[in-house]
Structures are given as structure tokens and as C-alpha cells.
């Protein structure tokens, strides 16, 4: 999820910072979806938990994910109510779709069809 360049000028937190933004922003991170915790984070990008932790608390301040504690950060909700409720439908839509097992391709199909785009 992160690759940190050691060769770079920016800082390691700003790298972490600006990958988990560009997966957010790019939808590969949806919203309410929950994120690794920052020791797992740590972990796999070789970066200390301080300074996941930091990047993490960036991405909170713009408003990209939420710290709810012991349940952990999630990408945060649309402050627009009308996406906000179909993000909310997105995610229990993809939720019942991998537990139901159908591959990512054909349920975004389905929705193509409910949407008249198929």
C-alpha cells in the first residue's frame, strides 16, 4: 500500500501521507473502508509507527479518513449528504457482492446495468 523512496527529498510521513491520499482520491480506497492499523502500516512500508502515525493525523486534518479509537481509521464519508448515502449503499453493495463471492468485474457490471449503462 506504501513504498517509501529513501532516495527522495520528501519526507517519509509525506510520502506515506500522499500515497494513502492518491488511493483515496483515486477510489482504490473507498469510503468506509478501514485501513490497516498504523503498526501494520509501519510494518510493511519499513517506516517507524510515529511517523505512520503522523501521516495518518495529515490525512485526518484534510478530512480523508476518520479515527474512531479502538475501531480504527476508515476513509472518511462525503460531507455531501446525497453521496455520503451512496457511498454508504456503495459499500454494503460491495460487502454483500464479496461475500457472496462475485469477482469485482462482473458486480460493477450489475451496476452498469441499474444504471443503463450496459
Known amino acids: 500500500m506504501i513504498e517509501i523512496d529513501p532516495a527522495s527529498s520528501v519526507p517519509p510521513f509525506e510520502q506515506a501521507r500522499a500515497q494513502l491520499a492518491d488511493h483515496i482520491l483515486s477510489g482504490g480506497l473507498v469510503a468506509g473502508t478501514r485501513l490497516p492499523t498504523v503498526r501494520a502500516l509501519a510494518e510493511q512500508s519499513g517506516l517507524a509507527p510515529n511517523t505512520v502515525a503522523?501521516?495518518?493525523?495529515?490525512?485526518?486534518?484534510?478530512?480523508?479518513v476518520e479515527t474512531r479509537g479502538r475501531n480504527g481509521t476508515v476513509v472518511a464519508w462525503s460531507p455531501d449528504e446525497a453521496l455520503r448515502g451512496l457511498e454508504e449503499a456503495a459499500a454494503a453493495y460491495a460487502e454483500?457482492?464479496?461475500?457472496?463471492?462475485?469477482?469485482?468485474?462482473?458486480?460493477?457490471?450489475?451496476?452498469?446495468?441499474?444504471?443503463?449503462?450496459?
Open 54 to 64: 503522523r501521516a495518518i493525523k495529515r490525512l485526518e486534518a484534510e478530512g480523508l
Open 96 to 118: 454483500r457482492a464479496r461475500a457472496l463471492g462475485v469477482p469485482a468485474e462482473q458486480a460493477g457490471r450489475v451496476v452498469d446495468r441499474a444504471l443503463g449503462r450496459a
